[in-house]
């Protein structure tokens, strides 16, 4: 090796031996994490561990209200002021269109309450109310009132009730006449007014086929009450029993019940009191209540008590 041309400098470090084997070293990493050495350093190093945002999470964007945020606070100090300023006239605007719309509702309101008011002036100048006749005695009313009950149920109505002032069977007098001796707001059995007696007098007219009221006694109650005991007298009829006691069969169809063929075509009398409460004042009936016991024909007529609870439960039961 010393007798070669090339003579390397460190030939002293060199020998003739044959290498006999290669030992591969495996490759230092460059950086080791010494638990001990780093734990003093890791203190002061700030925390760069990605930590997601909501919309990060979300796959969204940013909100609108944090761009606005972003943007407000990249402005300079005269920016943001004239951007408050602006912000507070709009809030002062819109409080005051607010102002203007409750206000004009309100006049509305008031001026509709004002053409109301002058509706029902004009109203009374074009139909007065009817005044009663001084000679008008609550005997006579009574018996008024009766007879006009009569010749409306007497005539039985075709069409249902659409309108419970326009009464079929009432004429345009007779409807006069009891406008003059009720008060507008009577006490009825159904409700308050003279259209609540009218509608039960059209329930009747349909339900009730060619009724027969007779008035069998007028007595004086307690006060200014009129005591009056009626008989009232129809047919049950198959019309009657079907618009009443119509049921579902196990089949789906229609049918009657089993007792319904004992009422068909019998005579239903029914005995009714009606009490008036006489307004010597105004010469006018203030109530008229009625009370039918359609229990003790009914009983007779079918001789059970639940089969007559059905009937009065039914149609023919509101009398």
Known sequence: ??????????????????????????????????????????EHLPDCTFKPTTSARSGLGPTKYQVRKNARNKLSMTEKEALELHLQRRRVIQQRYRKNIEHKQRALVADVAKLQMEVQRIELILHPPPRVA????????????????????????EEELKDTTALKGVNQTQKQFLFTIMAPDIAFNNGYGIDRVLSHWHFCSLHFL?????LVCLEHG???????HLSNCTIITESMLRNSL??????????????????????????TTVRF???????????VFFEADMLTPLLKLL???????TVLSSNIGIY
């Open 134 to 157: 001084p000679d008008t005695t609550s005997w006579k009313a009574v018996v008024e009132f009766v007879h006009l009950f009569r010749s409306v149920v007497a005539a039985p109505g």
């Open 303 to 309: 001789g059970d008590m639940e089969d007559a609870s």
């Open 210 to 214: 060619k009724m027969e009221v007779r």
């Open 277 to 287: 409460e006489w307004d010597d004042k105004n010469r006018r009936f203030e109530s």
């Open 1 to 42: 090796m010393k007798s070669c041309l090339l003579y390397p400098p460190n030939s002293h470090l060199l020998t003739d031996s044959v290498i006999s084997a290669v030992v591969v070293k495996s490759k230092r990493p460059s950086y080791v994490y010494d638990k001990d050495n780093n734990a003093s350093t890791s």
């Open 222 to 228: 307690s006060g200014n009450e009129m005591i009056a």
């Open 246 to 271: 119509f049921c579902d069969g196990k089949e789906g169809d229609n049918e009657w019940p089993s007792f319904a063929w004992k009422l068909l075509g019998q005579r239903l009398t029914v005995q």
